[in-house]
């Protein structure tokens, strides 16, 4: 393997007319072989828009082995003697069409295929999901895995790509979300300690002359449905290292270690994947049941106190939930300052030399939830786990869980707690890298659609995070679309400031559909899920 490599990350803007999508490729394999990259990633659909008539005419229009577009990458890829990650509809011998990624390497071969398992919208009415997991490939470069879109906005593909050895991740994107550049990206890289190339698409993601009345229906500016841009490769710390513009075709480049990729290790020595336990995770392959709960309340104060004197202050100001660091403030004294007022606090105990969350009211503690993972977070020589699964406790606003301390690093925890219908969760945490409050709580957020509260202690940054109403596209929202689809409306509580105060909305956890036919939750690909769960 290569001890450093250069990469790149290219972005088009690809239409109805597939030689001109097909030129616009070129151009830019050639320009990241003139700036020296080894790999080059492009974007998701490079073929032809991401909409057609029905499903026949996906079928027709999509490539095929050997056809004059594939031919063209191949011949490039061994022209330049370059490794090339492509996305494309692709048609199959069985009838069906994939959102297809192909890995040329720099003899023009393909070594390396996988379709898309996660559909998004519209996709469902053209596209087949992916019966099998994409391959690891190892290569000179490094192992690499490839993804699309959809699937960096749930965790699971990814996941499983780097649980198989994955060290560079792919990621072909056909998206209009700001927030894919700013959270579900770099998250990918920082929860798995990976790298991320992602690159996305520029120009309008519909066709040209539907646009102006499509946008009118929905109440959206018509350049919000062009694609994105800001094509990015990031650190296995979640660190951006090169970021394209907002529009325009360009490329960026980057010069990585894969080997980096291999060190799991938080500040702590923690190792993140191999302190996993998939023995816990094994609804994660379930069938979907979809969610059996009503919605909660519509709204809920909430509130992070860092000092357990200030808990009835809080609670008489109208505070339902307060969360406290882990290891603040006794069960009983908490109890005591909550009389008369019906809120309910979280923090974290020591119990027969486990770390174990608690939900107090006025009349005690009424819901304990053991650690699941170990940590070496608290306490001298840390705890090992002695949880065995997430304990909601139902609550008059909705359904409440309860992660504990270094259970929040674990993406798998939260979407537990997703699938027992959890509508808040409370987090008494205690960070040691950046990534974990700017990406990896708000995603834990995102992807599930939960309420987060997040407490720390005084001298660190805590957040509180409310899923929004304006959520599924293609329908009216309440508010003027923003760009950003699944991003939780942070509350920031400043590191020094005692306490802190928001709203979140305990109704919107049951609106987990981001699209027609696309389920947060629920379109996970669990049939795709063992590297997870065993």
Same mark, same amino acid.
């Given at each position: 393997?290569?001890?450093?490599?250069?990469?790149?990350?290219?972005?088009?803007?690809?239409?109805?007319?597939?030689? !001109?999508?097909?030129?616009?490729?070129?151009?830019?394999?050639? $320009?990241?072989?003139?700036?020296? !990259?080894?790999?080059?990633?492009?974007?998701?659909?490079?073929?032809?828009?991401?909409?057609?008539?029905?499903? !026949?005419?996906?079928?027709?229009?999509?490539?095929?082995?050997?056809?004059?577009?594939?031919?063209?990458?191949?011949?490039?890829?061994?022209?330049?003697?370059?490794?090339?990650?492509?996305?494309?509809?692709?048609?199959?011998?069985?009838?069906?069409?994939?959102?297809?990624?192909?890995?040329?390497?720099?003899?023009?071969?393909?070594?390396?295929?996988?379709?898309?398992?996660?559909?998004?919208?519209?996709?469902?009415?053209?596209?087949?999901?992916?019966?099998?997991?994409?391959?690891?490939?190892?290569?000179?470069?490094?192992?690499?895995?490839?993804?699309?879109?959809?699937?960096?906005?749930?965790?699971?593909?990814?996941?499983?790509?780097?649980?198989?050895?994955?060290?560079?991740?792919?990621?072909?994107?056909?998206?209009?979300?700001?927030?894919?550049?700013?959270?579900?990206?770099?998250?990918?890289?920082?929860?798995?300690?990976?790298?991320?190339?992602?690159?996305?698409?520029?120009?309008?993601?519909?066709?040209?002359?539907?646009?102006? !009345?499509?946008?009118?229906?929905?109440?959206?500016?018509?350049?919000?449905?062009?694609?994105?841009?800001?094509?990015?490769?990031?650190?296995?710390?979640?660190?951006?290292?090169?970021?394209?513009?907002?529009?325009?075709?360009?490329?960026?480049?980057?010069?990585?270690?894969?080997?980096?990729?291999?060190?799991?290790?938080?500040?702590?020595?923690?190792?993140?994947?191999?302190?996993?336990?998939?023995?816990?995770?094994?609804?994660?392959?379930?069938?979907?049941?979809?969610?059996?709960?009503?919605?909660?309340?519509?709204?809920?104060?909430?509130?992070?106190?860092?000092?357990?004197?200030?808990?009835?202050?809080?609670?008489?100001?109208?505070?339902?939930?307060?969360?406290?660091?882990?290891?603040?403030?006794?069960?009983?004294?908490?109890?005591? $300052?909550?009389?008369?007022?019906?809120?309910?606090?979280?923090?974290?105990?020591?119990?027969?030399?486990?770390?174990?969350?608690?939900?107090?009211?006025?009349?005690?503690?009424?819901?304990?939830?053991?650690?699941?993972?170990?940590?070496?977070?608290?306490?001298?020589?840390?705890?090992?786990?002695?949880?065995?699964?997430?304990?909601?406790?139902?609550?008059?606003?909705?359904?409440?869980?309860?992660?504990?301390?270094?259970?929040?690093?674990?993406?798998?925890?939260?979407?537990?707690?997703?699938?027992?219908?959890?509508?808040?969760?409370?987090?008494?945490?205690?960070?040691?890298?950046?990534?974990?409050?700017?990406?990896?709580?708000?995603?834990?957020?995102?992807?599930?659609?939960?309420?987060?509260?997040?407490?720390?202690?005084?001298?660190?940054?805590?957040?509180?995070?409310?899923?929004?109403?304006?959520?599924?596209?293609?329908?009216?929202?309440?508010?003027?679309?923003?760009?950003?689809?699944?991003?939780?409306?942070?509350?920031?509580?400043?590191?020094?400031?005692?306490?802190?105060?928001?709203?979140?909305?305990?109704?919107?956890?049951?609106?987990?559909?981001?699209?027609?036919?696309?389920?947060?939750?629920?379109?996970?690909?669990?049939?795709?899920?063992?590297?997870?769960?065993?």
């Amino acid at each position: 393997m290569a001890p450093v490599v250069r990469v790149a990350a290219a972005q088009i803007e690809a239409g109805q007319d597939i030689a !001109a999508n097909l030129a616009a490729c070129l151009r830019v394999i050639d $320009a990241a072989a003139a700036a020296g !990259a080894q790999l080059v990633v492009l974007p998701e659909f490079c073929n032809h828009l991401s909409w057609y008539a029905n499903r !026949a005419q996906a079928h027709e229009l999509a490539t095929r082995p050997g056809d004059a577009f594939l031919t063209a990458i191949a011949g490039r890829a061994r022209q330049h003697e370059m490794w090339v990650k492509i996305n494309v509809t692709h048609a199959h011998p069985d009838g069906t069409t994939g959102g297809t990624n192909f890995l040329f390497d720099p003899a023009g071969a393909i070594v390396g295929t996988s379709d898309k398992q996660t559909l998004m919208g519209a996709e469902n009415d053209f596209l087949s999901p992916s019966k099998k997991v994409g391959p690891v490939l190892e290569t000179p470069l490094g192992c690499l895995g490839m993804y699309a879109c959809m699937e960096g906005v749930i965790n699971e593909v990814t996941r499983g790509l780097v649980l198989r050895g994955a060290q560079v991740l792919l990621n072909s994107l056909n998206s209009f979300a700001l927030d894919e550049a700013d959270l579900h990206i770099p998250v990918r890289a920082a929860e798995n300690k990976a790298w991320v190339v992602a690159a996305n698409k520029v120009g309008p993601l519909l066709p040209v002359d539907e646009l102006p !009345a499509i946008a009118a229906r929905l109440g959206v500016p018509p350049e919000w449905l062009h694609g994105a841009g800001e094509s990015q490769i990031v650190a296995p710390d979640g660190t951006v290292v090169a970021k394209a513009p907002r529009t325009g075709e360009a490329i960026v480049v980057a010069d990585i270690d894969p080997a980096l990729a291999d060190d799991k290790r938080r500040p702590d020595g923690t190792d993140i994947l191999a302190n996993r336990r998939p023995s816990l995770y094994g609804p994660l392959g379930d069938p979907p049941v979809g969610r059996r709960r009503g919605p909660g309340a519509p709204t809920l104060p909430v509130a992070v106190v860092r000092a357990p004197e200030l808990v009835r202050e809080t609670a008489l100001g109208g505070a339902q939930l307060i969360v406290l660091p882990q290891l603040t403030g006794s069960p009983v004294a908490l109890a005591a $300052a909550l009389g008369g007022t019906g809120a309910h606090a979280v923090t974290t105990v020591i119990e027969n030399g486990a770390h174990v969350g608690v939900v107090v009211g006025s009349s005690g503690v009424i819901a304990r939830q053991p650690q699941l993972h170990a940590s070496r977070g608290v306490g001298a020589a840390g705890f090992e786990p002695t949880g065995k699964r997430i304990v909601p406790v139902d609550l008059p606003w909705g359904r409440l869980a309860v992660v504990v301390g270094d259970d929040a690093l674990y993406p798998e925890t939260f979407r537990l707690a997703a699938l027992l219908d959890a509508d808040v969760v409370a987090v008494p945490y205690r960070a040691q890298e950046p990534w974990e409050m700017s990406l990896g709580l708000p995603e834990r957020a995102a992807e599930n659609r939960l309420n987060v509260v997040v407490a720390t202690p005084e001298g660190q940054a805590a957040a509180i995070f409310a899923m929004s109403p304006d959520f599924t596209l293609w329908t009216q929202w309440q508010g003027p679309f923003t760009g950003r689809i699944s991003t939780p409306i942070r509350t920031d509580v400043p590191a020094g400031t005692a306490v802190g105060t928001a709203v979140v909305n305990p109704a919107q956890a049951a609106n987990r559909q981001v699209s027609r036919r696309t389920d947060l939750v629920d379109g996970r690909p669990w049939r795709l899920v063992d590297a997870l769960t065993r």
